[in-house]
Structures are given as structure tokens and as C-alpha cells.
């Protein structure tokens, strides 16, 4: 089982990118976006689950980011709009074959799976 990130780049303050995790050959139930910026922890920024009807967001994305799902395809976008250099840093996705509850939906143990992280840098 492999997760697939991909979409990152170079972009200017207030532009937009969509990053995309494409699933190997099944359609996981719970899925997250994580970031990690240049010499900090990471930071949980996502999560969508299966159906699409749970979706929770970290506060520093909330109205920017929006994340959905296309299970036909296996795949997790998260669209980003309005970006800033303090969204620059690689993103992961992650995710597991079950439902993660809310309250934990922003913890890394949570998920099972992991990407190999796409690069994105906000340029001021």
C-alpha cells in the first residue's frame, strides 16, 4: 500500500495550489494532510473521511483550505488558496482503513500510512 504526494511548488504570496494523495490500489477511510515546516514539529492542517461528511480543519487553514475526496480515483485533494510563507513546508498525507474520530483527527498516531511529502514554498 503506497500513498502519493504530489502538487507542490513554488508559489507566490496569495496564490493557490492543490495538492493531491493518490492511494495505491484502495480507498482508505480516514485521510489527513500534516505539514512540516523547516525546523519545526509537524503540524496537522487536514482531515476528510471516506463519505466526505467529516471534515475538520487546523485553525491556521480554516476558510483558505479546502480538502475533498474523489474515491473513484483513490485520491485527496486539498486545494490552498490564499497562501502565505508560513504555509511554506512539505506536506504529507496520511491515512488509515478506519474512521478516526474528531478529537483525534489531528494526532499522527492516528494514521496508519504515509506519504513521501510534496514541497511547498510561499514566496513574500
Known amino acids: 500500500v503506497q500513498l502519493q504526494a504530489s502538487g507542490g511548488g513554488l508559489v507566490q504570496a496569495g496564490g493557490s495550489l492543490r495538492l493531491s494523495c493518490a492511494a495505491s490500489?484502495?480507498?482508505?477511510?480516514?485521510v489527513g494532510w500534516f505539514r512540516q515546516a523547516p525546523g519545526k514539529e509537524r503540524e496537522w492542517v487536514s482531515t476528510?473521511?471516506?463519505?466526505?461528511?467529516?471534515?475538520s480543519y487546523a485553525d491556521s487553514v480554516k476558510g483558505r483550505f479546502t480538502i475533498s475526496r474523489d474515491n473513484a480515483k483513490n485520491t485527496v485533494y486539498l486545494q490552498m488558496s490564499s497562501l502565505q510563507p508560513e504555509d511554506t513546508a512539505v506536506y504529507y498525507c496520511a491515512a488509515k482503513n478506519q474512521q478516526v474520530i474528531m478529537s483525534a483527527m489531528n494526532r499522527a498516531e492516528s494514521y496508519d500510512y504515509w506519504g513521501q511529502g510534496t514541497e511547498v514554498t510561499v514566496s513574500s
Open positions: 490500489g484502495r480507498t482508505f477511510y480516514t
Open positions: 476528510i473521511i471516506r463519505s466526505g461528511s467529516r471534515i
